[in-house]
């Protein structure tokens, strides 16, 4: 059962470009809502992360854009550079959760930037 | 800070052998969580530790795994016996506390012939 939609699967941008990837989730009491990036042969790494109270957050050239009503959530990179190249997984985790100890992640998007 | 520590990195082993995992958490910090990921099913949390208790297992997917945690420095998950559909890298990762923001460590690749 999978709690969290990610899509592409794939993605493939020119460099300067903006990647957009995309995430939706179905259960309601989720309430916290990260990116992870994960380069080849390394585990995941934090890269953002957002609560349903905003609609949108900024860190450096990545930005979370959040529409609770259609309960989607999506990553925007600026100005993409060939480093950016990498899979990058949304998750979820509960309101009953007291952190991020109950994370459900989307399937993953292989990003590749082309120079 | 060395990070999250994860042995073997590769394992390769035959259907019905035990199968060892290892994991150094980052030092100081209170919860480890491991995980599983594949292509079809994505990343999935097996278990879950906060002061070596474990906390929540309802992830590990049958009575062949077993997870451990018998100090703050070190945990193992066990998978006895092994079957090919359990091939697979696994993830430890740690937190300061469930709270926190977790590290993952660099994984496990375990093929199961």
């Known amino acids: 059962q999978q709690q969290v939609k990610q899509s592409p699967q794939s993605l493939i941008v020119q460099k300067g470009g903006i990647p957009i990837i995309n995430c939706a989730y179905e259960?309601?009491?989720?309430?916290?809502f990260p990116w992870y990036q994960q380069f080849p042969g390394k585990g995941p790494a934090l890269l953002i992360a957002?609560?349903?109270?905003?609609s949108e957050k900024k860190e450096g050239r990545f930005t979370i854009s959040f529409n609770k009503s259609a309960k989607q959530f999506s990553l925007h990179i600026m100005d993409s550079q060939p480093g950016d190249s990498a899979t990058y997984f949304c998750?979820?985790?509960?309101?009953?959760?007291?952190?991020?100890?109950?994370?459900?992640f989307g399937t993953g998007t292989r990003l590749t930037i082309i120079p | 800070d060395a990070g999250v520590i994860q042995s073997p990195r590769h394992e390769v082993t035959e259907m019905g052998q035990e199968v060892t995992l290892r994991c150094k958490p980052i030092?100081?910090?209170?919860?480890l969580f491991w995980y599983r990921q594949t292509m079809m099913r994505g990343l999935e949390l097996l278990i879950y530790f906060n002061n070596n208790v474990p906390i929540d297992d309802s992830g590990m997917p049958e009575d062949r795994f077993s997870a451990k945690m018998p100090n703050a420095s070190f945990s193992t998950l066990k998978i006895q016996p092994s079957e090919p559909r359990d091939s697979a890298v696994y993830f430890c990762?740690?937190?300061?506390?469930?709270?926190?923001?977790?590290?993952f460590g660099p994984g496990t690749r375990l093929t199961v012939l």
């Open positions: 990762a740690s937190s300061r506390d469930f709270r926190d923001t977790q590290y």
């Open positions: 259960n309601t009491a989720f309430d916290y």
């Open positions: 957002i609560r349903p109270d905003v």
């Open positions: 998750a979820a985790s509960p309101r009953r959760s007291f952190g991020n100890e109950k994370l459900t």
């Open positions: 030092s100081g910090h209170n919860s």
